[in-house]
């Protein structure tokens, strides 16, 4: 079967960095999604993973180790609005469809 | 990035009937689309694939005769509830990915409730 894990809650202050982990064991790799999904509305794309290491992109950070089934999603000078769930995706196969871990709800307050 | 619509956003239906959801991806073509499901609280579960001609693959658990899925052209899937009861109502999620592209992207979603 396929695993991916993510804790469930977090809280962070705003202004402060938060790191949100995310393992995974899967019968394929081929490339790890990060997506922010606020209360009602569907999933938007964050980030995209398929080789090992840092990818950055304003605020956002995200890391791969494939040797560790592990990714972690790095969010700086956090905002109040940056409160949502981010859900952790792995793709197994190209072209096939993305499988969620149950996703990590954030919470930033002032 | 590239838009994908969902139409109608919101539907309430009595119990019994039918509920057709159109996913459209609006300025590429989408060789295929993913459908999903959400519960309150859950994650995103796959319901089905959806390639362009051919029929859907549907996940386990998922009934294809209740879940009728049609990917007529390279722009339009839709989903169609039949004989919706109470325990259907959830937000469905599409996706759509035109083959290589590294991601999918998701239409915003429709929220179905039956009465």
């Known amino acids: 079967g396929q695993n991916i894990d993510q804790p469930t809650e977090m809280t962070a202050t705003e202004g402060a960095i938060v790191q949100i982990n995310c393992t995974y064991q899967?019968?394929?790799?081929?490339?790890l999604f990060w997506y922010q999904q606020h209360a009602g509305e569907a999933p938007t794309f964050l980030s995209y993973?398929?080789?090992?290491g840092l990818e950055e992109k304003g605020r956002f950070s995200s890391f791969l180790s494939r040797s560790k089934g592990y990714s972690y999603l790095l969010l700086k000078e956090l905002q109040m609005k940056d409160s949502a769930s981010y859900l952790c995706a792995v793709r197994v196969q190209a072209g096939t469809a993305l499988i969620f871990g149950k996703g990590t709800t954030l919470s930033v307050s002032s | 990035g590239a838009v994908v619509s969902q139409h109608p956003s919101w539907v309430i239906c009595k119990s019994g009937t039918s509920v057709k959801i159109e996913c459209r991806s609006l300025d590429f073509q989408a060789t295929t689309m993913f459908w999903y499901r959400q519960f309150p609280k859950q994650s995103l579960m796959l319901m089905a694939t959806?390639?362009?001609?051919?029929?859907?693959?549907?996940e386990q658990g998922v009934e294809k005769d209740k879940f009728l899925i049609n990917h007529a052209s390279l722009t339009l899937s839709t989903l169609t509830v039949t004989s919706a009861h109470p325990e259907d109502s959830s937000f469905y999620i599409c996706s759509a990915s035109a083959g290589g592209v590294e991601t999918q992207y998701f239409g915003p979603g429709t929220r179905l409730l039956v009465l």
């Open positions: 993973n398929v080789l090992d």
């Open positions: 899967t019968s394929g790799f081929n490339g």
């Open positions: 959806s390639n362009e001609g051919s029929k859907a693959t549907y």
